[in-house]
């Protein structure tokens, strides 16, 4: 087994240096909290870190980190870190694989733990979080976030509640958003968490539920991917660029095809 290195991540928040922060664990119902960590930051502001694909949880007392880190070339402001060789997402792909195979909840491909999964720890004074997930996010309020919606812009939220255009195809019509932030934003975000970049829905019986996504990814080297997801986020075609919405109406059109079909079937 390589040795676990740890790389800093550097966010725009800086998480207070003395306060403890408080973590929650938890499905959303009934107004409960999101799965996340709340923190006070330096400057006397709220913060919170959520997850993409969360998968593991480890909440540990300690001044010093877990893994062997160089102190003396650290930068300052930095409390985020990724652990690379981590054993800890080894042990849990092990796991994922052994006992659910192409039933893993995220898209039913338990190999993208290998790819895309990263194992985190976020440092706070006398303590660490270590946390297995796809991706993370911040947000900054003048108030606390515990308990509160995701703000406004992250990217864990719809984008269809924007104004849509829509193209037809035997006879059915799929509305799509497009996201009014600009693509090198998106693609310096990616580097945190999946970024949308469209969003699709197909109107049936005079009702339209977003089943397609077109999400940005970056790969272990940086370079950009687009992937046209389905309802559950399976990846049905990648694309090693920025793809637009030529590039995936063909398959979109197709699934057009199979519905307007068992529509035709089932005479509606």
Same mark, same amino acid.
């Given at each position: 087994?390589?040795?676990?290195?740890?790389?800093?991540?550097?966010?725009?928040?800086?998480?207070?240096?003395?306060?403890?922060?408080?973590? @929650?664990?938890?499905?959303?119902?009934?107004?409960?909290?999101? %799965?996340?960590?709340?923190?006070?930051?330096?400057?006397? @502001? !709220?913060?919170?870190? +959520?997850?993409?694909?969360?998968?593991?949880?480890?909440?540990?007392?300690?001044?010093?980190?877990?893994?062997? !880190?160089? $102190?003396? +070339? *650290?930068?300052? =402001?930095? $409390?985020? #870190?990724?652990?690379?060789?981590?054993? $800890?997402?080894?042990?849990?792909?092990? !796991?994922?694989?052994?006992?659910?195979?192409?039933?893993?909840?995220?898209? =039913?491909?338990?190999?993208?733990?290998?790819?895309?999964?990263?194992?985190?720890?976020?440092?706070?004074?006398?303590?660490?979080? &270590?946390?297995?997930?796809?991706?993370? $996010?911040?947000?900054?309020?003048?108030? +606390?976030?515990?308990?509160?919606?995701?703000?406004?812009?992250?990217? #864990?939220? %719809?984008?269809?509640?924007?104004?849509?255009?829509?193209? &037809?195809?035997?006879?059915?019509?799929?509305?799509?958003?497009?996201?009014?932030?600009?693509?090198?934003?998106?693609? @310096?975000?990616?580097?945190?968490?999946?970024?949308?970049?469209?969003?699709?829905?197909?109107?049936?019986? =005079?009702?339209?539920?977003?089943?397609?996504?077109?999400?940005?990814?970056?790969? &272990? &080297?940086?370079?950009?991917?687009? *992937?046209?997801?389905?309802?559950?986020?399976?990846?049905?075609?990648?694309?090693?660029?920025?793809?637009?919405?030529?590039?995936?109406?063909? !398959?979109?059109?197709?699934?057009?095809?199979?519905?307007?079909?068992?529509?035709?079937?089932?005479?509606?």
């Amino acid at each position: 087994m390589k040795p676990e290195i740890l790389h800093r991540i550097k966010i725009p928040i800086i998480a207070d240096s003395v306060l403890s922060p408080q973590v @929650h664990y938890g499905n959303v119902h009934h107004h409960e909290p999101i %799965t996340g960590i709340y923190f006070n930051t330096q400057d006397e @502001h !709220y913060g919170r870190i +959520t997850f993409e694909n969360f998968d593991s949880l480890k909440v540990c007392r300690g001044e010093m980190l877990p893994i062997d !880190y160089d $102190w003396e +070339t *650290h930068e300052r =402001g930095v $409390w985020i #870190f990724k652990v690379e060789n981590s054993q $800890w997402l080894v042990d849990r792909y092990t !796991y994922e694989k052994k006992h659910y195979g192409g039933s893993y909840e995220f898209g =039913g491909d338990v190999e993208e733990m290998k790819t895309h999964f990263n194992h985190y720890i976020f440092s706070f004074h006398d303590q660490f979080v &270590e946390v297995i997930s796809r991706g993370f $996010w911040f947000e900054k309020s003048d108030e +606390t976030l515990f308990g509160k919606p995701l703000q406004k812009g992250h990217p #864990f939220l %719809t984008i269809s509640d924007m104004e849509y255009d829509s193209f &037809e195809e035997h006879t059915l019509t799929y509305r799509y958003w497009v996201h009014k932030v600009s693509i090198e934003e998106l693609v @310096h975000n990616a580097q945190f968490c999946t970024q949308t970049l469209m969003e699709f829905a197909l109107e049936l019986d =005079g009702k339209a539920r977003v089943d397609h996504r077109l999400t940005l990814t970056l790969d &272990e &080297e940086g370079n950009v991917m687009t *992937h046209l997801c389905g309802y559950f986020g399976n990846k049905q075609v990648t694309f090693p660029k920025i793809a637009n919405i030529e590039d995936v109406k063909p !398959y979109l059109k197709k699934y057009m095809k199979e519905v307007f079909d068992r529509r035709q079937k089932m005479k509606k």
